[in-house]
């Protein structure tokens, strides 16, 4: 079992930056491939970036160049680091172990871009 809890999220200005955590408990951290989501009301979630156990790195085309997903598994926390922030990246971002349709879920954090 693996519990996730995301904090960081906010309002912040469009072009402003935001860090998202995600601190997770309950097992080995370090063995999972590890994500972020977004959601907004009516839509599906979707991925913005992704990173595997031995820290590769992937991103959604829109995260990349303005985000950056990082991992300590001695802290079991992953990072999402996110610059140039715009409007359309208001949603409610979770983080993800293990997988979509598999994985384990926190409960999300709030970030809203607005002037």
């Known amino acids: 079992q693996v519990q996730l809890v995301e904090s960081g999220g906010g309002l912040v200005q469009p072009g402003g930056s935001l860090r998202l955590s995600c601190a997770g408990s309950?097992?080995?951290?370090?063995?999972?491939?590890m994500g972020w989501y977004r959601q907004t009301p009516g839509k599906q979630r979707e991925l913005v970036a992704a990173i595997s156990s031995g820290g590769g790195t992937d991103y959604a085309e829109d995260s990349k160049g303005r985000f950056t997903i990082s991992r300590d598994n001695a802290k079991n926390t992953i990072y999402l680091q996110m610059n140039s922030l715009k409007p359309e990246d208001t949603a409610v971002y979770y983080c993800?172990?293990?997988?979509?349709?598999?994985?384990?879920w926190g409960k999300g954090t709030l970030v809203t871009v607005s002037s």
């Open positions: 993800n172990a293990g997988g979509y349709h598999m994985g384990y």
């Open positions: 309950g097992t080995i951290f370090s063995i999972y491939g």
